[in-house]
Nanobody, 121 residues
Framework: QVQLVESGGGLVQAGGSLRLSCAAS????????MGWFRQAPGKEREFVAA????????TYNDSVKGRFTISRDNAKNTVYLEMDSLKPEDTAVYYC??????????????WGQGTQVTVSS
């Protein structure tokens, strides 16, 4: 079992930056692929970014490429999402997620409670 706790959300003006953190409990953090998803009001949850156990396994939603950066610190059991050049359409609840690397193709199994990001125009 993995428990995930997000932090770092808040209110920011368009063009600003925020850094989200997700602390994971449990063992063998490096065995897990970590991801970020978001859900805006009235919309379905969408993939934002993911980082597998090495830096070679990083993917982004096209809408955030060049603005968001996912990174992980396996020694601290933490994954980060650095969000720059924020836009009002980035407003959403952001969720951290985890899945064993071996099960990556099946979808994410563990989810955090979410953190609200609001970008004002």
């Amino acid at each position: 079992q993995v428990q995930l706790v997000e932090s770092g959300g808040g209110l920011v003006q368009a063009g600003g930056s925020l850094r989200l953190s997700c602390a994971a409990s449990g063992r063998s953090f490096s065995s897990y692929a970590m991801g970020w998803f978001r859900q805006a009001p009235g919309k379905e949850r969408e993939f934002v970014a993911a980082a597998r156990w090495t830096a070679y396994g990083i993917t982004y939603n096209d809408s955030v490429k060049g603005r968001f950066t996912i990174s992980r610190d396996n020694a601290k059991n933490t994954v980060y999402l650095e969000m720059d050049s924020l836009k009002p359409e980035d407003t959403a609840v952001y969720y951290c997620a985890a899945v064993l690397n071996s099960r990556y193709s099946t979808g994410f199994d563990y989810w955090g409670q979410g953190t609200q990001v609001t970008v004002s125009s």
